[in-house]
């Protein structure tokens, strides 16, 4: 079992930047993958980016390569989400998820999901 507890979420004006915190717990998450999806009102969970532990390999989707960042901590046991020159289209709850499978982009791969957390741009 994997738990994640998502942080960092909240209100940002267009163009400002927020960091969002994933902590991780559990006996093996560390052979996982870790993803950030985002999901809208109205539309559809998508995946954002992901991470792995080991080797650090990473994925972005096209809409937001050169704004975010995925990085992790192991000795924090945390993987975050830099999130910079937001736009109000980025409005959306983030939701961070494990993946036994490795690196992907779609929920089917991921067995573990935060609670999620909000983040609002507007002025």
């Known amino acids: 079992q994997v738990q994640l507890v998502e942080s960092g979420g909240g209100l940002v004006q267009p163009g400002g930047s927020l960091r969002l915190s994933c902590a991780a717990s559990g006996r093996t998450f560390r052979s996982y993958a870790m993803g950030w999806f985002r999901q809208a009102p109205g539309k559809e969970r998508e995946c954002v980016a992901a991470i792995r532990w080991s080797g650090g390999s990473t994925y972005y989707a096209d809409s937001v390569k050169g704004r975010f960042t995925v990085s992790s901590d192991n000795a924090k046991n945390t993987v975050y989400l830099q999130m910079n020159s937001l736009k109000p289209g980025y409005t959306a709850v983030y939701y961070c998820?494990?993946?036994?499978?490795?690196?992907?982009?779609?929920?089917?791969?991921?067995?573990?999901w935060g609670q999620g957390t909000q983040v609002t741009v507007s002025s």
């Open positions: 998820a494990a993946s036994k499978r490795g690196l992907g982009a779609q929920q089917y791969e991921y067995d573990y």
